[in-house]
């Protein structure tokens, strides 16, 4: 019968190869410690202090059929302990502060607390306090509602136009929002429209806008604003126009022997005088006193003032020429 013997190491062996792996090296494995101890020193010595950031708030966690309506403030103050060095490196927006609002299952209105560990920050910094420790949040139900266009205008068309009309394409739009804030909604406006240049028709698009950052238009199309525009017409009143006595007449006694005419005109038309406008009484049989008006192009009458003249005479035997008081 034959075997195989395997030597294994004594325990004197085992020692020796120990001490080789901790002799080998020496100067390069005590420097490796010396620099650990230094830097377990630096982390260890180093002054710890107290610094106050600025905070962004974010929500987190609300469900899709809610919407907050409460005022967030825009930062909250955070004081974090550390080590100075980190502390003087530490940018703001390694900083947020998480508002977990999965707790609101529907509408309501709680004291929601702000914990340490809502505070997101770098490894190695403890908060120590945050200010304010909690905010009044109040939910609500999250509503869509169909609701009018109103197009809004501001400046002045040129003197001689004015709006003749306007149409809005759609007319309607769609806008979500909470509940409470959507009962009185009844219109949303365009953004401001400028008038001012605009001698002519002509259409525009434009986006809709609630007032409320919290009411937001679904659509998010612009819509399209037609406006017509029309000559704009001013009033102007002419006095002392005196009246024409056709030959036919002459001789004839009437009254008043002038009148006023109110007329319109082009905006920024030059005032109209009594030499621009002739009147002439011309009469019917059913109207004796019927005063017939000549006017220069483009001046529309209105009325005359009187509308009809006083007959207090006629001659007998008229002559065939025409005079003027």
Not at 127 to 142: A, G, M
Not at 227 to 255: D, K, N, T, W, Y
Request: glycine share 8%.
């Amino acid at each position: 019968m034959t075997g195989t013997f395997v030597r294994t190491p004594t325990t004197r062996a085992k020692r020796s190869v120990l001490g080789r792996i901790l002799i080998e090296n020496t100067g390069l494995k005590l420097l490796s410690l010396f620099f650990a101890l230094v830097l377990w020193f630096f982390v260890n010595a180093e002054d710890r202090v107290e610094l106050s950031f600025e905070a962004p708030v974010r929500t987190i966690g609300l469900d899709e059929g809610l919407v907050l309506i409460s005022t967030i403030p825009p930062g909250i103050t955070v004081q974090l302990e550390g080590p100075r060095s980190r502390l003087g490196r530490l940018n703001p927006s390694d900083l947020v502060v998480n508002l977990d609002l999965s707790a609101f299952t529907g509408p309501g209105v709680a004291n929601l607390p702000i914990l340490p560990r809502n505070v997101e920050r770098p490894q190695a910094l403890e908060v120590v306090r945050v200010s304010p420790s909690e905010l009044p949040i109040k939910v609500d139900r999250k509503v869509e509602r169909s609701v009018i266009v109103t197009p809004r205008f501001v400046g002045t068309p040129p003197i001689q136009v004015e709006v003749a009309s306007v149409e809005v394409t759609p007319s309607t739009v769609s806008v979500q929002g909470p509940e409470v804030w959507m009962e009185d909604l009844k219109e949303v406006e365009t953004d401001p429209i400028d008038l001012a240049g605009h001698s002519g028709d002509f259409t525009v698009k434009i986006p809709v806008h609630t007032g409320n950052v919290d009411l937001k238009p679904l659509s998010g199309e612009d819509v399209a604003v037609k406006v017509q525009m029309r000559p704009h017409l001013e009033m102007q009143r002419v006095e002392g126009i005196g009246v024409v006595v056709p030959g036919a007449f002459a001789g004839s006694r009437i009254e008043p022997k002038q009148v006023s005419v109110e007329v319109r005109v082009v905006g920024g038309h030059p005032p109209i005088s009594p030499e621009d406008i002739r009147v002439v009484w011309s009469p019917i049989e059913q109207h004796p006193g019927a005063l017939e008006v000549v006017l220069p192009e483009g001046v529309q009458l209105v009325r005359t003032i009187p509308e009809e003249i006083a007959v207090l005479s006629i001659p007998e035997e008229p002559l065939n020429s025409e005079s003027k008081p």
